[in-house]
């Protein structure tokens, strides 16, 4: 019988400390994984019984990365529940928002995240302890990716001021609602947003790019190291006026292309720490913690489409729109989020010449008390989905499908593994703590803050901050 060596990596992300993955090892080969959330969240439970009107406040609190994308997607739902239309200036301020929150994202993903794994930055926090094994890039190039890393901190926080132009504030803004934006348009804000912009441009094409080709040439291996399994999905997203949108939606199942059918999405939790149920539609599941679980080993539920996991993100985004890739996996996917900043920067700047000052932004009326709605949108880290059910304007059912638990979730009823831990299996180790593996991981940009959503109050401590 043939004994697996257990290595575990915890936390997992340099941001999101409740991931924990557990290997097992066969001669430096990884046979099995096994990804976990050990954080319990669930904001579906807060959410029953409020006022459908200010979901997109509350889902922000989600995640301080993110929170465009939950008050986008809370919008939309809320708007379909309820019988509600946005105008095109609206809609425009909409997606400049999410634009410059999804750059903000992507920079920091790269250079915080993701890129500390190919370069050694100098002996000072957060780049030490440092990780030794297997740096190709010369000291020369080390320092420049190092000085580079610190200027990606101040361009994402160019990214949160072109934010905070039409958003009011970021994170957590407060010009998004149903109906469209609270933010009226003038030359003031379209200009202040345009010189952003062109800030953030000026790094993509100086510093970004050529960034990310120097890592391709020095580890090419990795552009397929570490393919999840074929299988791809994408909502769609950024839509416009006449009605199409910049990223297209559609699946991709066993090399097989179709349509996205949002009734094709199901939730199972027979792997997770919730009360059982198997695959049921986000308007038919709930949400109840239970930590006995025999089978559990995350709180993160096992989303699937037709019964089968599936790949979100920048990668699958440009698969689905036809778009050349240069492979499947951690580099790979570090290529489309970087090639995918620098079109919705673009984009974004055509966005702005589509405003039309004094025009409405804004209409607050509702055509129905009750109603289902379905809010679905491609944001930072893949498809996003908001199933609402509102009565007498109050939220009655609320389930929420993150790109994080479509890559993480548990195994399903079947035992089949996430795209995340699917991808791990075969990778050679050579590290001792398992860097390979953590590349890999850390190239879907995972957020574990979003992939369960409410804090377990039970065990709760005050933390003094002298100020």
Sequence with gaps: MTILEKKTIFPVSRIHNPMLLEAWLEGGEIKDAFISDTLYRGFEQILIGRSAMDMPYYTQRICGICSSAHAVTASLAIEKALGMNVPP?????????????????????????????????????????????????????????????????DISRVAHAAFAVFGGKAPHGHGLVPGGATMEVDADKVNRYRGYLMEVIKFIDDVLLPDIVLIMERY???????????????????????????????????????????????????????????????????????????????????????????????????????????????????????????????????????????????????????GVGI???EVMRGSLG??????????????????????FGARDEKGTRSVGESSLLGLKIQSEDLKEAGRVIRSYDPCFSCSVHLIDGENLRALKIPV
């Design 375 to 377: 809010g679905l949108h």
């Design 220 to 370: 090419p291996e990795y552009i397929d190291l570490g393919k999840g399994v074929g299988n791809y999905m994408s909502v769609g997203g950024f839509p416009n006026a006449e009605g199409s949108t910049l990223f297209s939606h559609g699946v991709i199942l066993e090399g097989k292309r179709e349509g996205f059918d949002e009734k094709q999405v199901t939730e199972d939790v027979t792997n997770a720490w919730y009360k059982p149920h198997g695959p049921l539609h986000p308007m038919e599941e709930d949400t109840i913690p239970d930590r006995s679980q025999p089978k559990g080993y995350t709180w993160v539920k096992s989303p699937r489409y037709r019964g089968q996991p599936v790949e979100v993100g920048p990668l699958a985004r440009a698969i689905i729109n036809k778009e050349k890739v240069i492979g499947h996996g951690a580099i790979a996917r570090l290529w489309a989020r970087a090639l995918e900043l620098k079109k919705i920067a673009i984009t974004a700047l055509d966005w702005l010449n589509r405003l039309e000052p004094g025009a409405e932004t804004l209409d607050t009326k509702i055509g129905q008390d009750s």
């Design 386 to 407: 908001h199933w609402v059910a509102v009565e007498n304007q109050r939220v009655k059912h609320y389930q929420i499908v993150t790109p994080s638990a479509l890559n």
């Design 89 to 153: 200036n609206g809609l425009l301020i909409r997606n400049l928002i999410l634009a410059s929150d999804l750059i903000q994202n992507h920079l920091r993903h790269l250079y915080l995240y993701a890129l500390p794994d190919y370069f050694r930055g100098p002996d000072i926090a957060p780049f030490i302890p440092h990780s030794e094994s297997d740096l190709r890039l010369s000291s020369k190039e080390n320092i420049t990716l190092t000085d580079h890393y610190f200027k990606a901190i």
